[in-house]
């Protein structure tokens, strides 16, 4: 017997970083994948573009803990992913609840969604040292997802361009970039909690235009949101060339997502092959991809 299961990646159309205070965001899952494949085999053994191990805490941490929270079953385990790493897109939650859902099948161990995306976050929790559970919430659940409510708005019906700078990408970024806006915060919160607070507003507002597909305006407040993240200092040069050469080539908004330091850019817009075609000439990866209500899927 073998069992394939895909988890998709996701982006945050607004409230990165002021989620971690407690204001709303909006993420959505995006129709990039990593696919699991496990068997039962005669030891544990682990196979991704990194190479093969065994249990290997080092080198494949999350794959390695969701074998071990499961009770070590003798599984081989493959990994192949369309997600970049370490880039905002939320790789880690993908191969984290995509090896849950495929040995769940595989062993018969009677997991239901909320199981697995509970698993995955306290997996990452572990790897990671602290996680939100938006990652791994999204990648089970798929959709557009009101964050912390968990309220699943309707699909956006327009195409969405993902661009990669190519550079910072760590999966220890999101750590010392929260951890960063937390001091500038500390030393000067009469100026910074009003950031905070204002990009808590864009996912409120946020709500009522995906239900009225404005996404003129939602656009407006995606470059509105980039901008205070900017502000916040998490931003980059490269990321913002990036942002600069989307719209200008008619994007109805684009914005840095995920914790930002490099990694990628978001940009809605209905041109996606002008949109992708100037964020490669501006130095970036251009990847065209779409919104999905689909999360873990068994294949
Ligand atoms: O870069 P990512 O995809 O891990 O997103 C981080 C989002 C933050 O709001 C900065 C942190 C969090 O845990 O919500």
Redesign the pocket.
């Known amino acids: 017997m073998k069992t394939t299961c895909t988890a998709p990646g996701?982006i945050?159309l607004f409230?990165?970083?002021?989620?971690?205070y407690g204001e709303p965001?909006i993420a959505c899952a995006v129709e990039l994948r990593t696919r699991v494949r496990v068997k039962s085999s005669k030891e544990i053994s682990i196979s991704s573009d990194i190479g093969t191990t065994g249990l290997d805490f080092e080198l494949h941490p999350y794959v390695s803990s969701a074998i071990q929270k499961l009770g070590s079953p003798d599984v081989s385990i493959e990994i192949t992913s369309e997600i970049p790493v370490g880039?905002?897109?939320?790789s880690s939650a993908a191969v984290t609840v995509a090896t849950l859902s495929a040995i769940n099948i595989e062993c018969g161990l009677g997991y239901d969604k909320d199981k697995i995306a509970k698993t995955a976050h306290e997996i990452e929790k572990e790897v990671q040292g602290?996680?939100?559970p938006?990652?791994t919430f999204v990648s089970t659940f798929g959709g557009v997802i009101e964050i912390p409510s968990r309220k699943k708005l309707e699909i956006l019906d327009c195409g969405i361009v993902i661009g990669n700078t190519n550079k910072g990408a760590s999966p220890k970024?999101?750590a010392k970039?929260?951890k960063q806006?937390a001091q500038l915060k500390e030393d000067f919160p009469d100026s910074i909690n009003p950031i905070i607070k204002t990009i808590g507003s864009f996912a409120r507002h946020g709500e009522i235009m995906v239900a009225q597909k404005k996404y003129q305006a939602l656009g407006k407040l995606m470059n509105v949101n980039h901008g205070l993240l900017d502000a916040l200092g998490?931003c980059t040069m490269e990321l913002s060339a990036l942002v600069y050469a989307a719209r200008n080539a008619g994007a109805y908004g684009a914005k840095l997502?995920?914790?930002?330091g490099g990694?990628c850019m978001a940009a809605l817009t209905d041109s996606p092959f002008e949109v992708a075609s100037a964020i490669e000439k501006a130095g970036g990866t251009a990847i065209i991809t779409k919104f999905t209500s689909d999360g873990v899927l068994q294949e």
């Open positions: 996701k945050y409230g990165e970083h002021a989620v971690v965001a880039s905002g897109l939320g602290a996680a939100s938006t990652d970024k999101t970039l929260v806006v998490v997502t995920g914790a930002g990694g």
